[in-house]
């Protein structure tokens, strides 16, 4: 079955530390997406990439980075810059960017900095 | 930049009742989405619209295109338990640089104690 992987499912940071969430899809999408979930704020975009070695950041990247070196994987790196880490990471991934049929999101990961 | 407004924030349900929730931008958009997430996890495809003035069922659900194409609004009629979750509208619009693809801040149902 074709679907989204984030992993882990939860993480715990140290303060000062940088880490690193999994996203990997076999669904053959060129896009694939990274948002940030807190309580009452929806959904906001952290960076996003239309297609191999090429991404752009979204509303909130300040303290996050991404590469995306294969097709199927995009990890996000929550680095110590990134002064209010805990959250929910959601992954999503969708054919390509603009296209109509929306996005296939992974499962989360939930970060908290201890 | 695009905007939804997705209303009500948060609403409880007794089982056997109707639900409404809807979406409102200034902006137009090509495509509307609707989306449940149920707690801990991704949020899943409910309901897609195309075309202005759209009316489209998914089982209890029924979720409408507007037609001026700057709102949406999905109901669910007999709520049961399992309908709990945060349900997001989302709008597809082209040009600009955010994906293309915006996002409302949820709709949150609880069950009525």
């Known amino acids: 079955d074709g679907g989204i992987t984030q992993s882990p499912k939860y993480l715990f940071r140290k303060e000062g530390q940088n880490v690193t969430l999994s996203c990997e899809q076999n669904?053959?999408?060129?896009?694939m997406y990274w948002y940030r979930q807190d309580p009452g704020q929806g959904l906001r975009l952290i960076y996003y990439?239309?297609?191999?070695?090429?991404?752009q950041k979204g509303d909130i990247a300040e303290g996050y980075s991404v590469s995306r070196e294969k097709k199927e994987s995009f990890p996000l790196t929550v680095t110590s810059a990134q002064k209010n880490p805990t959250a929910f990471y959601l992954c999503?991934?969708?054919?390509?960017?603009?296209?109509?049929?929306?996005?296939?999101f992974g499962s989360g990961t939930r970060l908290t900095v201890v | 930049g695009q905007q939804l407004n997705q209303s009500p924030q948060s609403m409880f349900i007794q089982e056997g009742e109707d639900v409404s929730m809807n979406c409102t931008s200034s902006?137009?958009?090509?495509?509307w989405l609707w989306y449940k997430q149920d707690p801990g996890e991704g949020p899943v495809l409910l309901i897609a619209?195309?075309?202005?003035?759209e009316l489209t069922s998914n089982g209890r659900l029924t979720a409408q295109f507007g037609i001026t194409r700057k709102d949406s609004f999905l109901n669910i009629s007999a709520s049961i338990p399992s309908d709990v979750g945060i349900y997001f509208c989302?709008?597809?619009?082209?040009?600009?640089?955010?994906?293309?693809?915006?996002f409302g801040k949820g709709t949150k149902l609880s069950v009525k104690p």
């Open positions: 999503a991934s969708s054919i390509s960017t603009g296209n109509n049929y929306g996005y296939t």
């Open positions: 902006s137009i958009f090509n495509t």
């Open positions: 669904l053959n999408h060129d896009a």
């Open positions: 990439s239309q297609i191999v070695n090429d991404f």
């Open positions: 989302a709008g597809l619009y082209y040009g600009g640089s955010q994906g293309n693809l915006i």
């Open positions: 619209l195309y075309k202005a003035g």
